[in-house]
């Protein structure tokens, strides 16, 4: 599914969006707390995990956050959204 740009939204439209986009937040926010910090930790330490595993559990939060500024250049380059 693709969205065409539009130059103006209705006052329906955006509330609908600012809906959307603090539904995402919380969802968002939710995984995050479950799946990440010391949670996750202490499940790969119950696996065993090595030292190196830790670190590199902990690194790729920061690095996967790194990938939304190229994303943020596609998305105004090519002015085409698509639904996650």
């Not at 439209?13 to 995050?32: H, M, N, P, R, W």
């Not at 939060?61 to 698509?82: D, F, G, S, T």
Request: glycine share 8%; charged share 15%; aromatic share 6%.
């Amino acid at each position: 599914m693709q969205f065409a740009v539009k130059d103006t939204l209705t006052e329906e439209e955006i509330q609908s969006g600012l809906g959307a986009v603090i539904k995402d937040g919380l969802t968002t926010q939710t995984v995050v707390t479950l799946t990440g910090g010391v949670s996750l930790v202490a499940f790969a330490l119950k696996l065993g995990a090595s030292n190196t595993i830790i670190g590199l559990l902990a690194a790729v939060p920061p690095l996967a956050q790194l990938m939304q500024i190229p994303a943020i250049y596609l998305i105004e380059k090519y002015l085409v959204r698509y639904p996650p």
